[in-house]
């Protein structure tokens, strides 16, 4: 009922026990928003969609090369990667101080994935793939805080 998004993934095996794994996340017109007010005065403060994506990884499965683009040329705002907990989580990194341009330092406010956005997302790594739930979580509070979406990620017998 928030709207809908859609992964895409394409899985390549790369020979030697390595295949990388390439992701695409559209957000065709998902948001939820933030209001104040009340009809006839309601206000949309704020409307965003996702400030994540996470790929479970099984235990021994190892990963190479992981990257995003959320189409910034600027790899400063680029969402930060975490290989940890059986997951590879793509994030907006919230916690940083800052970012700057050399001149100026501006506050860490980096690109959610909102409505007609896509962001792509990879890795290279030494299990083949299997059928499982990659997960996207949305920016705003609310129920629920996250989408489970059926693709193909690393299976359990990495080498």
Do not use: C
């Not at 996340?25 to 994540?52: H, I, Y």
């Not at 959320?70 to 940890?84: F, H, I, Q, Y």
């Not at 990194?93 to 690109?111: E, N, R, Y």
């Not at 989408?147 to 990495?158: E, F, Q």
């Amino acid at each position: 009922s928030e709207g809908h998004a859609k992964v895409a993934v394409k899985v390549t095996d790369l020979g030697g026990g390595k295949w990388r794994y390439n992701y695409a996340v559209m957000n065709f017109d998902f948001a939820r928003a933030e209001t104040q007010g009340a009809e006839p005065n309601l206000r949309v403060v704020s409307n965003k969609g996702f400030d994540a994506f996470k790929v479970p990884v099984p235990s021994g499965v190892k990963i190479l090369s992981p990257a995003a683009d959320v189409g910034d040329p600027n790899p400063n705002l680029n969402w930060t990667v975490d290989v940890r907990g059986g997951f590879i989580n793509w994030s907006t990194d919230t916690s940083v101080a800052g970012i700057g341009d050399g001149t100026h330092t501006f506050p860490a406010q980096l690109p959610t994935l909102d409505w007609g956005t896509l962001y792509s997302f990879s890795f290279i790594s030494n299990a083949a793939p299997v059928a499982g739930t990659a997960t996207l979580h949305v920016a705003l509070a609310g129920s629920p805080a996250t989408y489970g979406v059926a693709t193909l990620v690393p299976g359990g017998s990495g080498r």
